[in-house]
């Protein structure tokens, strides 16, 4: 038995949101990676690449999920909110990966690893599509907007 109402959009259920953004980049970059032989690919596949995806998809949801219903992400086109919030999570994610890039390769035991120079291109692609796709489906799972302004024409005169 369905728990929604009937023309309802789907609910947004963040366990299975995360869950799909760990498995979905684990296994397409992990099949990359294992049909063009780079065992680095299919090592990040199951690492950064898809942890960063569910790392990102879990704050953002649980962020967006309080969101009210006047806030802009749910006010502002679809397209448009999921496009700004992945910029801004690709660039925060560009900034951890250019600095684990950067101080990860002095610590002694991965200093001939090519794992952190991975980091600033890893993170930020997989922030950025784990964003889109969350805040996209988080807005499917609202309501349908309403403009609280009509603009309705006036009813003719009659002249008798």
């Known amino acids: 038995m369905s728990k929604k109402a009937p023309g309802a959009p789907p609910p947004f259920v963040l366990w ?5 953004a760990y498995a979905m980049p684990a296994v397409t970059a992990g099949i990359g990676g294992l ?3 780079q065992p680095q690919l299919a090592i990040a596949a199951v690492t950064t690449i898809a942890g960063t995806s569910a790392l990102v998809a879990a704050l953002l949801g649980a962020r967006l999920r309080h969101r009210p219903a006047h806030a802009w992400t749910a006010r502002a086109p ?3 909110s999921a496009m700004v919030i992945a910029l801004g999570a690709a660039t925060a994610a560009l900034a951890v990966g250019l600095a684990g890039a950067h101080w990860l390769t002095r610590v002694p035991a991965l200093a001939g690893s090519t794992w952190p120079g ?3 291109v890893d993170l930020p692609v997989s922030s950025a599509i784990a964003a889109a796709l969350i805040t996209w489906r988080w807005r499917a799972s609202r309501p349908p907007r309403h403009p609280q302004h009509r603009i309705t024409s006036r ?3 009659q002249t008798s």
Not at 16 to 20: D, G, Q, T
Request: glycine share 0%; charged share 40%.
């Open 78 to 80: 679809r397209a448009l």
């Open 155 to 157: 009813p003719e005169r």
């Open 35 to 37: 049909a063009t032989r």
């Open 118 to 120: 991975r980091l600033p």
């Open 16 to 20: 299975r949101e995360v869950l799909a």
